[in-house]
């Protein structure tokens, strides 16, 4: 079984931040690889600002390139809108892969807003990344008034794929500052240098254009 962790986002754009998360991740967790889903459209974040997906996947390869990250845009190609569906499709197209969902804790407090929640908890262990800011109203809000009694002592989050889901393990790393909403207020172009670049999915080898404009929670 190849250990897989799985990181969603809108990487608008992808930065410095989300490799050293994911990097920190592999290591924690002992994962072969870590999967970058980067997302056609979240439902929760407004459409204004958002660039096109091919740019985004095009900024997250950049930034995975030389690490056991592989940026992907495979939803597209699932056409799944929601998570769990996402989830659901992957575990049973990728049989040889065990998959942990990988998670900040700003989203953790966003969780109960998510389609059919608790059966992502059930398809997979997740693993939440503390964030500043965020991990007190994390733990009071209403996912883990459910999620509480499946957490994981730290010290076991090597041996995740021995867990049975439910199960969740908190990870703490130095706090990194870097955002994507900070890269955009600098140059709110930046997508401009990835336009008009063949582009080809490093999981599923298909072309990635301009297409839809579902989201995924």
């Known amino acids: 079984m190849i250990a897989t962790g799985l990181l969603g986002g809108s990487f608008n754009p992808a930065h410095g931040g989300h490799r050293a998360i994911s990097l920190n991740a592999i290591d924690a967790l002992c994962l072969d690889e870590l999967w970058w889903l980067v997302s056609p459209g979240n439902p929760l974040k407004p459409k204004a600002g958002m660039a096109p997906l ?26 799944t809108r929601y998570t769990v569906d996402t989830l659901k499709k992957l575990i049973r197209r990728y049989p040889n892969r065990r998959f942990i969902w990988i998670m900040g804790a700003d989203n953790l407090v966003q969780l109960p807003q998510w389609r059919d929640w608790r059966e992502i908890a059930r398809l997979m262990p997740i693993a939440v990344v503390a964030r500043p800011g965020y991990n007190d109203r994390a733990h009071a809000r209403r996912a883990m008034g459910w999620l509480r009694r499946f957490v994981r002592p730290a010290d076991q989050k090597k041996h995740w794929t021995d867990w049975r889901p439910p199960a969740l393990v908190f990870l703490r790393f130095s706090p990194d500052v870097r955002s994507a909403t900070a890269i955009r207020q ?13 582009l080809r ?11 839809t404009k579902k989201g995924r929670i």
Do not use: C, K, Q
Request: net charge positive; hydrophobic share 35%.
């Open 201 to 211: 999915d490093p999981v599923t080898r298909s072309h990635i254009a301009e297409s």
């Open 54 to 79: 091919p740019a985004r996947l095009a900024s997250a390869r950049r930034m995975a390139r030389r690490s056991p990250i592989r940026a992907t845009a495979i939803e597209t190609e699932l056409g």
């Open 186 to 198: 600098a140059n709110p172009r930046w997508f401009e240098r990835y336009e008009g670049r063949a």
